[in-house]
């Protein structure tokens, strides 16, 4: 499973990104897929995942009533719907699919820069 992650850029606090994550290879192996960020000097943590089987969505209480997850399954694309941004939101986002034989998968990221 190939991902490659876009949208990132430089956002003014309290405006709006939209980040999307395109799968492809053996996508039907994937049962959970979500964002995970990486700020400088911390520890990647993580923003939301998206469970295939149930639709079921679970964010970090940091990004609740912010961010959206949502996919696209006829593309195999998951987006990252980011609202109200703030510097603290500043990272590098990463896209994550985890399959079914307990593989998982990992993008190359995109930068998010919120200035103040």
């Known amino acids: 499973v190939q991902l490659v992650e876009s949208g990132g850029g430089l956002v003014q606090a309290g405006g709006s990104l939209r980040l999307s994550c395109a799968a492809s290879?053996?996508?039907?192996?994937?049962?959970?897929m979500g964002w995970y960020r990486q700020a400088p000097g911390k520890q990647r943590e993580l923003v939301g995942h998206?469970?295939?089987?149930?639709?079921?969505?679970n964010y970090a209480d940091s990004v609740k009533g912010r961010f959206t997850i949502s996919g696209d399954y006829a593309k195999n694309t998951m987006y990252l719907q980011m609202n109200s941004l703030n510097p603290e939101d500043t990272a590098v986002y990463f896209c994550?699919?985890?399959?079914?034989?307990?593989?998982?998968?990992w993008g190359k990221g995109t930068l998010v820069t919120v200035s103040s």
């Open positions: 994550n699919a985890r399959g079914t034989s307990g593989m998982e998968y």
């Open positions: 290879g053996s996508t039907f192996s994937i049962n959970i």
């Open positions: 998206i469970i295939s089987g149930s639709g079921r969505i």
